[in-house]
T-cell receptor, first 110, second 111 residues
Framework: KAGVTQTPRYLIKTRGQQVTLSCSPI?????VSWYQQTPGQGLQFLFE???????NKGNFPGRFSGRQFSNSRSEMNVSTLELGDSALYLC?????????FGPGTRLLVL | SQKIEQNSEALNIQEGKTATLTCNYT??????LQWYRQDPGRGPVFLLL?????KEKRKERLKVTFDTTLKQSLFHITASQPADSATYLC??????????FGAGTRLFVKA
């Protein structure tokens, strides 16, 4: 089976812009989670989707949003980017217990 | 609130020795606990899952223990190799449709 894919792999934006990141899960997985990883904060949970429904979310401002499509592909959006949003954004698909991560999207906000 | 603690300092060991990493959790009772490996700039990779009714689990050179009384898991790498150098993350089950990871322990294995 193909693994989790994320696009784009790298992104440079400026403050105030918005960004959309995409994630394609492993075939058959209906759960997709998103994480933000920065050097000082480790892996921080953003939200989790299952069959197009958000089941849980972390402690992030409303500028961070996501959605899941009927084919389980997921997108996350960050509006009004801030410098502190620079991070590695990781998507993971799950068979309900284990998380299988994609390679991540590295976002740099200037 | 739920809390996960891993050795915050890096662990440096000599090749061939056994590395032991600790994961402590508070304020919840996970049904299972997972360990992941993460290399710089890459997503974590699943290594092992141990359930609350299992005391110990092994996979090749890896061994995990789970003590629900102490609220602790130990992760051992025997006969360590330089290729084992990475950050190791523990993730106790939260039962709430989200996986929370510890901050991780960086392991350096010197040849």
């Amino acid at each position: 089976k193909a693994g989790v894919t994320q696009t784009p792999r790298y992104l440079i934006k400026t403050r105030g812009q918005q960004v959309t990141l995409s994630c394609s899960p492993i075939s058959g997985h209906r759960s997709v989670s998103w994480y933000q990883q920065t050097p000082g904060q480790g892996l921080q949970f953003l939200f989790e989707y299952f069959s197009e429904t958000q089941r849980n979310k972390g402690n992030f401002p409303g500028r961070f949003s996501g959605r899941q499509f009927s084919n389980s592909r997921s997108e996350m959006n960050v509006s009004t980017l801030e410098l502190g949003d620079s991070a590695l954004y990781l998507c993971a698909s799950s068979d309900e217990e284990t998380q299988y991560f994609g390679p991540g999207t590295r976002l740099l906000v200037l | 609130s739920q809390k996960i603690e891993q050795n915050s300092e890096a662990l440096n060991i000599q090749e061939g020795k056994t590395a032991t990493l600790t994961c402590n959790y508070t304020n919840y009772s996970p049904a299972y606990l997972q360990w992941y490996r993460q290399d710089p700039g890459r997503g974590p990779v699943f290594l092992l899952l141990i359930r609350e009714n299992e005391k110990e689990k092994r996979k090749e050179r890896l061994k995990v223990t789970f003590d629900t009384t102490l609220k602790q898991s130990l992760f051992h790498i025997t006969a360590s190799q330089p290729a084992d150098s990475a950050t190791y993350l523990c993730a106790p089950d939260t039962g709430g449709f989200k996986t929370i990871f510890g901050a991780g322990t960086r392991l350096f294995v010197k040849a």
